[in-house]
């Protein structure tokens, strides 16, 4: 099983980007996904997560309103629109997948980094 995480960059504070997590030798739709990050000097944090089978999505409180995960099942992707984007939004971006919708994800991308401008 593989994740690709890509999309990251450099933007401006207020821009906007869309991160994708590509999966390999995995179906997304019969996987919660999950988008997580790591800013430099802290723990990781949850993002956001969509379940299997379904469209029930789940945010972080503080980042509700600007961010949306997605899922494109033809595609086999997971997409992390992000808006309004922040300097307190730097970090590396991390996609997971668990086979059951509770407990910890089973599978980890290598993570796409994000760097936010003032």
């Known amino acids: 099983v593989q994740l690709q995480a890509s999309g990251g960059g450099l933007v401006q504070a207020g821009d906007s980007l869309r991160l994708s997590c590509t999966a390999s030798?995995?179906?997304?739709?019969?996987?919660?996904m999950g988008w997580f990050r790591q800013a430099p000097g802290k723990e990781r944090e949850f993002v956001a997560r969509?379940?299997?089978?379904?469209?029930?999505?789940y945010y972080a409180d503080s980042l509700k309103g600007r961010f949306t995960i997605s899922r494109d099942n033809a595609k086999n992707t997971v997409y992390l629109q992000m808006n309004s984007l922040k300097p307190e939004d730097t970090a590396v971006y991390y996609c997971?997948?668990?086979?059951?919708?509770?407990?910890?994800?089973?599978?980890w991308g290598q993570g796409t980094l994000v760097t936010v401008s003032s």
């Open positions: 997971a997948a668990s086979s059951l919708n509770a407990g910890a994800y089973t599978y």
């Open positions: 030798a995995l179906t997304v739709s019969r996987y919660r």
């Open positions: 969509v379940h299997r089978g379904g469209t029930s999505t």
